[in-house]
């Protein structure tokens, strides 16, 4: 169980600090959690806090009841968090093979990364040797983003928007990695998601918007109010 | 051969034993085993210190070491090779320079190797430099590189310095005929106070031919490095080269690229890029795990590969 006991993050701002959290409260035990909710409303910032890469202003992060806020990056992931970035970093020389060898901790044979590769849609032999870098299309560095994280195989697994930068043909087998990995994994999955499908095979839906949690619930309760939002300007839903 | 003189050639050139097909080891300035083949020949020059190596037209999958040891600190050699690859031949070079100083001398090898790459050859060449040493003597060393390519010719250079050289200045020049290719792949990482300077100059001469540099470089602590290229495009040709570096402690970089076009249809790219690991890179390596220490080593390790 992850649980967020009042977190605030700021930021230095020109005149005054900026909050981009505040005094976040949570907790998440259930297998499949989406957060979702406008751009610029704190959700990154949230995964980011929960991998170590960013160190909240104030507040407690607990995993399995132990009190990691103080714990470095390397420290979380060897704790058990895994983190999928949004924009997956290219790196000159290092090959898909070493990325996920190194994800997994060990060497891996050409069968066990086969294995892996073909759960988000990619075949072996074809990408195992090519390096990680702009040679590589949207949609297959995030799919090799999302094998490290299968090739860890940790009890939490943040992914920030797997569908962001990625073309819709892309998107749809994405959908389908996720909902076996829904099946298939043991260990909870945090996901950021905008999209409807992805929010859909949620077990529970988070809204965070302007640095807070604004609602939380099952998607049976959370669905139709994310489709429906009271409040907004009713021109533009007009046009939606 | 002693096992520091073993040592060194495992480092260099990759031998655990005496390889196969033809070579030349040359130890402490003396000959220490040479072997010819019925399509390589190699003989000693009488003019100067150095060897020719002569091979046959023709001739396919075959291949020449040559590699050079340096173990007696304070040892200081000028070596001139000349390579004479005839037409149509398939064949590997391996050369490389392997100092072990244990002394208070200055340890220095410089080489000339010139080659004459004929009509429709392919050679790979490739070139270590290892230095290792307990003394303070310094390793110095500074390889020349001369390539004559004729037409259609193709020279890979690979060239590697990772560990133990405290000055080094490498220079390589090609003059490139119609339809002839250069690509040369050079991997430096300097140390402590290194020096390390690279030189590079082609002269693009013939109808579509072509050069393709790539230099990749870590420095570190306080090391210096400098890469100067100079390709002129004399035709219509293509040439291309890369400077990339990785800069870290206290290390200096200067790149200063020159392209020169001197036919319209010169089509001449250079890039170049200095600057320290970057921070996403580590936190990505970190959240799978690896220390700092650990993910620096790992992109290091995959950039100079």
Same mark, same amino acid.
């Given at each position: 169980?992850?649980?967020?006991?009042?977190?605030?993050?700021?930021?230095?701002?020109?005149?005054?600090?900026?909050?981009?959290?505040?005094?976040?409260?949570?907790?998440?035990?259930?297998?499949?959690?989406?957060?979702?909710?406008?751009?610029?409303?704190?959700?990154?910032?949230?995964?980011?806090?929960?991998?170590?890469?960013?160190?909240?202003?104030?507040?407690? !992060?607990?995993?399995?009841?132990?009190?990691? %806020? #103080?714990? &470095? $990056?390397?420290?979380?992931?060897? /704790? +058990? @968090?895994?983190?999928?970035?949004?924009?997956?970093?290219?790196?000159?020389?290092?090959?898909?093979?070493?990325?996920?060898?190194?994800?997994?901790?060990?060497?891996?044979?050409?069968?066990?990364?086969?294995?892996?590769?073909?759960?988000?849609?990619?075949?072996?032999?074809?990408?195992?040797?090519?390096?990680?870098?702009?040679?590589?299309?949207?949609?297959?560095?995030?799919?090799?983003? !999302?094998?490290?994280?299968?090739?860890?195989? %940790? #009890?939490? &697994? $943040?992914?920030?928007?797997?569908? /962001? +930068? @990625?073309?819709?043909?892309?998107?749809?087998?994405?959908?389908?990695?996720?909902?076996?990995?829904?099946?298939?994994?043991?260990?909870?999955?945090?996901?950021?998601?905008?999209?409807?499908?992805?929010?859909?095979?949620?077990?529970?839906?988070?809204?965070?918007?302007?640095?807070?949690?604004?609602?939380?619930?099952?998607?049976?309760?959370?669905?139709?109010?994310?489709?429906?939002?009271?409040?907004?300007?009713?021109?533009?839903?007009?046009?939606? | 051969?002693?096992?520091?003189?073993?040592?060194?050639?495992?480092?260099?050139?990759?031998?655990?034993?005496?390889?196969?097909?033809?070579?030349?080891?040359?130890?402490?300035?003396?000959?220490?085993?040479?072997?010819?083949?019925?399509?390589?020949?190699?003989?000693?020059?009488?003019?100067?210190?150095?060897?020719?190596?002569?091979?046959?037209?023709?001739?396919?999958?075959?291949?020449?070491?040559?590699?050079?040891?340096?173990?007696?600190?304070?040892?200081?050699?000028?070596?001139?090779?000349?390579?004479?690859?005839?037409?149509?031949?398939?064949?590997?070079?391996?050369?490389?320079?392997?100092?072990?100083?244990?002394?208070?001398?200055?340890?220095?090898?410089?080489?000339?190797?010139?080659?004459?790459?004929?009509?429709?050859?392919?050679?790979?060449?490739?070139?270590?430099?290892?230095?290792?040493?307990?003394?303070?003597?310094?390793?110095?060393?500074?390889?020349?590189?001369?390539?004559?390519?004729?037409?259609?010719?193709?020279?890979?250079?690979?060239?590697?310095?990772?560990?133990?050289?405290?000055?080094?200045?490498?220079?390589?020049?090609?003059?490139?005929?119609?339809?002839?290719?250069?690509?040369?792949?050079?991997?430096?990482?300097?140390?402590?106070?290194?020096?390390?300077?690279?030189?590079?100059?082609?002269?693009?001469?013939?109808?579509?031919?072509?050069?393709?540099?790539?230099?990749?470089?870590?420095?570190?602590?306080?090391?210096?490095?400098?890469?100067?290229?100079?390709?002129?495009?004399?035709?219509?040709?293509?040439?291309?080269?890369?400077?990339?570096?990785?800069?870290?402690?206290?290390?200096?970089?200067?790149?200063?690229?020159?392209?020169?076009?001197?036919?319209?249809?010169?089509?001449?790219?250079?890039?170049?890029?200095?600057?320290?690991?970057?921070?996403?890179?580590?936190?990505?390596?970190?959240?799978?795990?690896?220390?700092?220490?650990?993910?620096?080593?790992?992109?290091?390790?995959?950039?100079?590969?």
């Amino acid at each position: 169980m992850l649980e967020l006991k009042n977190i605030s993050y700021e930021v230095e701002g020109e005149r005054e600090n900026r909050e981009i959290l505040k005094d976040v409260s949570l907790s998440i035990d259930r297998q499949f959690v989406a957060i979702t909710g406008p751009n610029g409303g704190g959700k990154s910032t949230l995964a980011k806090l929960i991998a170590g890469i960013l160190t909240p202003t104030s507040g407690t !992060i607990y995993l399995d009841g132990e009190d990691i %806020t #103080k714990k &470095s $990056i390397t420290e979380r992931a060897k /704790a +058990g @968090i895994s983190y999928a970035f949004q924009q997956p970093v290219h790196f000159k020389g290092l090959t898909v093979r070493d990325l996920v060898s190194l994800a997994a901790g060990r060497d891996m044979t050409v069968a066990q990364i086969c294995e892996i590769l073909s759960e988000v849609g990619l075949c072996a032999k074809e990408y195992i040797d090519r390096e990680m870098n702009g040679s590589l299309s949207g949609g297959e560095l995030k799919r090799i983003e !999302i094998a490290m994280i299968l090739a860890r195989g %940790t #009890k939490l &697994s $943040i992914f920030d928007e797997p569908e /962001a +930068g @990625i073309d819709l043909w892309s998107f749809h087998s994405l959908i389908h990695v996720f909902e076996r990995m829904r099946k298939e994994t043991g260990g909870m999955i945090l996901i950021i998601s905008h999209q409807e499908r992805i929010l859909q095979i949620a077990d529970e839906i988070i809204l965070v918007a302007d640095g807070a949690v604004s609602e939380v619930g099952g998607r049976e309760e959370m669905m139709p109010k994310l489709l429906n939002t009271e409040g907004a300007c009713s021109a533009l839903m007009k046009k939606v | 051969m002693d096992q520091i003189e073993k040592n060194i050639l495992k480092e260099i050139a990759g031998l655990h034993e005496i390889p196969a097909g033809a070579y030349n080891i040359r130890s402490n300035g003396k000959m220490a085993g040479r072997h010819t083949t019925a399509n390589i020949d190699i003989v000693t020059k009488e003019d100067r210190q150095g060897i020719e190596i002569h091979i046959k037209p023709g001739t396919k999958r075959e291949s020449v070491h040559i590699p050079v040891i340096l173990s007696e600190s304070g040892h200081q050699e000028m070596v001139y090779n000349d390579f004479y690859i005839g037409e149509d031949c398939d064949v590997t070079i391996i050369a490389g320079c392997g100092i072990h100083n244990c002394g208070a001398d200055t340890s220095r090898h410089d080489g000339v190797h010139t080659f004459y790459v004929g009509r429709n050859a392919r050679v790979r060449y490739v070139e270590k430099h290892y230095g290792e040493g307990d003394g303070n003597g310094e390793n110095v060393m500074n390889p020349t590189t001369v390539a004559y390519c004729e037409e259609n010719a193709r020279l890979e250079m690979e060239t590697t310095q990772i560990k133990g050289i405290d000055s080094t200045s490498r220079v390589t020049k090609g003059a490139l005929k119609a339809g002839a290719a250069l690509e040369v792949r050079e991997n430096i990482m300097t140390h402590g106070k290194q020096y390390a300077r690279t030189e590079f100059e082609v002269d693009l001469n013939g109808e579509n031919c072509s050069a393709n540099v790539i230099s990749r470089s870590v420095a570190r602590d306080a090391s210096r490095q400098e890469f100067f290229s100079k390709i002129n495009g004399n035709a219509a040709c293509a040439g291309h080269s890369e400077c990339d570096a990785i800069i870290m402690d206290a290390s200096i970089v200067t790149a200063s690229p020159q392209l020169t076009a001197n036919h319209v249809d010169a089509a001449l790219i250079h890039e170049a890029a200095i600057g320290k690991i970057a921070g996403e890179q580590l936190i990505k390596l970190m959240t799978l795990g690896l220390t700092e220490a650990e993910a620096e080593a790992q992109i290091i390790g995959g950039f100079l590969k």
